[in-house]
């Protein structure tokens, strides 16, 4: 398709195992974000590339979290050691200007901790 | 902190009403704001952005920027049932090296028939 495609649209998973959420965003699109989402509640930004390169991580909450982007095309985002407390909804967008703003979402990947 | 306040709602106008959604924002280097849709158990989507101070209109939306007083809102004529959604205010600081896009919390919006 030629929308943002992620994977696992679900997860679930035992508290203490790492996990990896996919990103494939749209073809040529320069620009790739990381968000998390708790239900009722805004987009909270986590990180996002240039290409290749990581731009700004700030929004990662521990180093359990970290991302990447090796090809500048898809990205994983990983997260080692997972708690109760990073089950959530974990959107990827991508943008083809990052100035303006206009970011393409993907469906979500919702991470379930138990 | 970058942060992006809205009153969360829930937010309920009769159809063909005006709906009025606010947003405030702290930190005064920012220079573009968003409006985002969200319709329930859907990813966002952008509808309106606004870079320069007053109003810009597109259909019947528009949006209302006051960098003065770090205000921004969207306005909603002739509402519809369809408009029923969550509107997400956002903003970039540009020039600091990351165009970080920040999201407020949201705007339940129901448009009752």
């Known amino acids: 398709g030629a929308g943002v495609s992620q994977s696992p649209r679900y997860k679930v998973t035992k508290r203490g195992q790492d996990v990896a959420l996919r990103c494939d965003p749209i073809?040529?699109?320069?620009?790739l974000y990381w968000y998390r989402q708790a239900l009722g509640q805004g987009p909270e930004f986590l990180t996002y590339?240039?290409?290749?390169?990581?731009?700004?991580k700030s929004g990662l909450p521990n180093d359990r979290f970290s991302a990447e982007r090796p090809e500048g095309s898809i990205s994983t985002l990983t997260i080692q050691r997972t708690e109760q407390r990073d089950s959530a909804m974990y959107r990827c967008?991508?943008?083809?200007?990052?100035?303006?703003?206009?970011?393409?979402f993907g469906e979500g990947s919702r991470l379930t901790v138990l | 902190q970058k942060e992006v306040e809205q009153n969360s709602g829930p937010l309920s106008v009769p159809e063909g009403a005006i709906a009025s959604l606010n947003c405030t924002y702290s930190?005064?280097?920012?220079?573009?704001f968003f409006w985002y849709r969200q319709y329930s158990g859907k990813s966002p989507e952008l509808i309106m952005f606004?870079?320069?101070?007053g109003d810009k209109e597109d259909g019947r939306f528009t949006a209302q920027l006051n960098k003065a007083s770090q205000y921004v809102s969207l306005l909603i004529r002739d509402s519809q049932p369809s408009d029923s959604a969550t509107y997400l205010c956002?903003?970039?600081?540009?020039?600091?090296?990351?165009?970080?896009?920040?999201f407020g919390k949201g705007t339940k919006l129901s448009v009752i028939p």
């Open positions: 967008a991508s943008s083809s200007d990052p100035e303006s703003g206009e970011l393409f």
């Open positions: 930190d005064r280097g920012s220079q573009s």
């Open positions: 590339f240039n290409y290749e390169a990581q731009q700004d």
């Open positions: 606004i870079y320069s101070n």
């Open positions: 073809s040529g699109h320069v620009s």
């Open positions: 956002a903003v970039i600081e540009s020039g600091a090296g990351s165009y970080q896009l920040t």
